[in-house]
């Protein structure tokens, strides 16, 4: 595996080598308004481009600046309209951003070699483009905050399809009640007494970040040695963020419990109202016997629901560990359609384990209690409900109204924002440099503008 990374390390290094080989003198690109676009602007996002596994495309700087010329317009009107964004989300973007590329390359000072900087130097560079981005991203919202559509307007959109009309997949509703074991205070004690050893070692004088590498089960961080970069007091349940905003620089807590498992925590810096920490994590382990307890809490929770004792929608609220859906009757939403919150799930989405058990059911069954490995990797059991079926077909209002609502809505949306930019387009100064003359994607941003006039 350390071969496969250093030989795709090496790749990566010797395009972006190339690359800047051939720029190695700073220009403007382009300018939008009053805004100047550098060519080491573009450059940058090439790295984070390759950075993030793609192949080496030189030619994909194209779209590269589209998407930055898109962001500057929208970043020039927020000016006038007062938009801004909080330094606080800027800074959770930039640590977000930091965290996946440190965990990518396998270690911070892997890191840095690729980038031949330290990391702190680049989380400054790449700063001010990532607020660019927020705040175009809130400009962008507030273009579109108010557009919906009228029923009218939604068999208007189905009509103007045509021929073109989606054939849709099987979908089904599915409920869930998911139970997840619970140790008792003596199954947990040994995984306490691993955590306090180890803290016990950090107050002895060992380096934290060494043993957090080493030992700490948080996949999100164990890599940066324990390091969350700066957190703010919604980033992390609550146990964890009253000990981060209660000590100070340099002092360790006590070990505590989330729902996560063991934790001790130190704070590194703070500022304000933002903590810069780093932590241990040690999670409980299921035995035999919690799976034991599980089972027959399951059984006795299906019996229930099948004499009709309370619906499967109340012993999801009552019983159920997945807070996604518990207060939802237990359903589950379409991943792929979070925003219009829809429970109708085209098969080929659901997870293989869910569907090897659905597949049999007929409409109003109840699954019998099934053992499970859930996504964070823990063993759980699981009462699944098939509340409705729908065959494959082609749209039709009758049976799609809610897509083919959220499809015009869409519509509706990029028509709003292309006639937006199209208007400000021919009112902004906006001049790209003659090296970009090539890119197809671009002509559009040159057309009819005044700069072309000039």
């Given at each position: 595996m350390k071969k496969v990374f250093l030989v795709a390390t090496a790749l990566l290094g010797i395009c972006l080598n190339s690359?800047?080989?051939?720029?190695?003198?700073?220009?403007?690109?382009?300018?939008?308004?009053?805004n100047p676009i550098l060519l080491s602007?573009?450059?940058?996002?090439?790295?984070?481009?390759?950075?993030?596994g793609n192949p080496a495309n030189v030619d994909i700087r194209c779209k590269i600046l589209q998407q930055t010329l898109t962001e500057k317009l929208l970043k020039q009107q927020a000016e006038i309209d007062s938009v801004m964004?909080?330094?606080?989300?800027?800074?959770?973007?930039?640590?977000?951003?930091?965290?996946?590329?440190?965990?990518?390359?396998?270690?911070?000072?892997?890191?840095?070699?690729?980038?031949?900087?330290?990391?702190?130097?680049?989380?400054?560079?790449?700063?001010?483009?990532?607020?660019?981005?927020?705040?175009a991203q809130k400009m962008?919202?507030?273009?579109?905050?108010?557009?919906?559509v009228t029923p009218m307007e939604v068999e208007k959109y189905f009509k103007s399809l045509g021929d073109s009309l989606p054939e849709f997949n099987t979908e089904v509703e599915v409920g869930e009640v998911v139970l997840?074991?619970?140790?008792?205070?003596?199954?947990?004690?040994?995984?306490?007494?691993?955590?306090?050893?180890?803290?016990?070692?950090?107050?002895?004088?060992?380096?934290?970040?060494?043993?957090?590498?080493?030992?700490?089960?948080?996949?999100?961080?164990?890599?940066?040695?324990?390091?969350?970069?700066?957190?703010?007091?919604?980033?992390?349940?609550?146990e964890f963020t009253a000990w981060a905003f209660k000590l100070k620089a340099g002092e360790l807590s006590p070990v505590f419990e989330t729902e996560y498992g063991f934790h001790f925590l130190q704070v590194l810096e703070r500022r304000g109202e933002q903590a810069h920490v780093r932590h241990i994590l040690i999670m409980p382990k299921t035995t035999p016997e919690s799976l034991t307890r599980l089972k027959n809490h399951a059984d006795s929770i299906y019996n229930n629901i099948i004499s009709k004792r309370f619906s499967f929608a109340a012993a999801a609220n009552l019983y159920s560990d997945n807070k996604e859906t518990k207060y939802n009757g237990g359903m589950m939403l379409n991943a792929q359609d979070v925003q219009s919150r829809s429970t109708f799930?085209?098969?080929?989405?659901?997870?293989?384990?869910?569907?090897?058990?659905?597949?049999?059911?007929?409409?109003?069954g109840i699954s019998k209690p099934d053992l499970f490995t859930a996504a964070d990797g823990k063993q759980a059991y699981r009462i699944l409900y098939l509340k409705s079926k729908i065959a494959p077909h082609?749209?039709?209002?009758?049976?799609?109204?809610p897509k083919i609502k959220d499809?015009?809505?869409?519509?509706?949306?990029?028509?709003?924002?292309?006639?937006?930019?199209?208007?400000?387009?021919?009112?902004?100064?906006i001049k790209i440099d003659d090296e970009f003359d090539t890119c197809p994607e671009l002509r559009i941003w040159t057309k009819h503008n005044p700069a072309e006039a000039k």
């Open positions: 690359f800047a080989q051939k720029h190695t003198i700073d220009k403007v690109a382009a300018v939008v308004g009053n602007e573009l450059n940058q996002q090439y790295t984070q481009y390759l950075y993030q964004v909080e330094d606080s989300q800027v800074d959770d973007e930039v640590n977000r951003r930091m965290r996946q590329m440190v965990q990518r390359a396998g270690g911070q000072d892997r890191l840095e070699q690729f980038l031949n900087k330290s990391v702190l130097q680049y989380k400054d560079e790449i700063r001010p483009n990532i607020k660019d981005g927020l705040i962008q919202q507030k273009i579109t905050e108010n557009i919906n997840n074991p619970q140790l008792t205070r003596a199954e947990k004690q040994r995984f306490r007494d691993k955590i306090e050893a180890l803290r016990a070692r950090v107050k002895a004088g060992e380096d934290m970040g060494v043993l957090a590498k080493t030992y700490s089960e948080d996949p999100g961080s164990a890599a940066d040695g324990g390091d969350y970069g700066f957190i703010d007091r919604n980033t992390m349940v609550k799930i085209p098969v080929d989405k659901l997870e293989p384990s869910v569907f090897l058990v659905i597949d049999t059911m007929k409409v109003g082609k749209a039709n209002l009758a049976q799609d109204f499809a015009a809505q869409a519509d509706k949306i990029n028509r709003t924002l292309s006639e937006w930019f199209e208007k400000r387009r021919e009112t902004t100064y």
